[in-house]
């Protein structure tokens, strides 16, 4: 089993700051299945950025990502108070097929 | 837009089974990967298992042997059913609609929650 280890657990910084959060996984994996998640509470989980790097439709450009073999990277370059919320990231390839990250929670001082 | 609408009873008892539909409105179902995801605070998010417009299935190991997903083109619907469920399969149960060609979770439902309990 592929396994995304991510850090910190949990990340507290003020508005206009930059949030750095790291996905590691157990073994070298492609990235181009490689996705961040954002999840607010009481809400699915919507699709930030994918293929490692790739924006989703939508996602403002203060959040990328970066990363390859099997340490991976999102940035939010400069935090506003609705970006509070938990991040998973998640792959796609092995077995199980699809596996996800424990999530960093991002709170907004 | 593609939009999904998961529905089933919200709760189950030990050792019967869950049974979930997921409804797909906006989008052809044949152009998606269609999968189950739970979620719960004890173990976080959980692929279950995914199926083709075709029919093939990817199942997750530990679930595999109690799980069965399948799709109904003809009524643009996926279909989840779990047998022999315990108190550890309580939890959100979302249908998302992933990119064939990138594997991003593109599409989510709301979520339904599932409690097994007697």
């Known amino acids: 089993e592929i396994v995304l280890t991510q850090s910190p657990g949990t990340l507290s910084l003020s508005p206009g700051e930059r949030a750095t959060l790291s996905c590691r996984a157990s073994?070298?994996?492609?990235?181009?299945?490689l996705s961040w998640y954002q999840q607010k509470p009481g809400q699915a989980p919507r699709v930030l950025i994918y293929?490692?790097?790739r924006r989703a439709t939508g996602i403002p450009d203060r959040f990328s990502g970066s990363g390859s073999g099997t340490d991976f990277t999102l940035t939010i370059s400069r935090l506003e108070p609705e970006d509070s919320a938990v991040y998973y990231c998640h792959q796609y390839g092995g077995t199980p097929r699809l596996t996800f990250g424990g999530g960093t929670k991002v709170e907004i001082k | 837009q593609v939009q999904l609408q998961e529905s089933g009873p919200g709760l189950v008892k030990p050792s019967e089974t869950l049974s979930l539909t997921c409804s797909v409105s906006?989008?052809?179902?044949?152009?998606?990967?269609w999968s189950w995801i739970r979620q719960s605070p004890a173990r976080g998010l959980e692929w279950i298992g995914y199926v083709y417009y075709s029919g093939t299935n990817n199942y997750n190991p530990t679930l595999m042997s109690r799980v069965s997903i399948s799709v109904d083109t003809s009524k643009n619907q996926i279909s989840l059913k779990m047998n022999s469920v315990t108190a550890a399969d309580t939890a959100v149960y979302y249908c998302?609609?992933?990119?064939?060609?990138?594997?991003?979770?593109?599409?989510w439902g709301q979520g339904t929650l599932v409690t097994v309990s007697s």
């Open positions: 906006g989008g052809s179902i044949s152009s998606y990967q």
């Open positions: 998302v609609g992933g990119g064939v060609s990138t594997r991003a979770l593109d599409y």
């Open positions: 073994v070298t994996i492609s990235g181009t299945f």
């Open positions: 293929g490692a790097s």
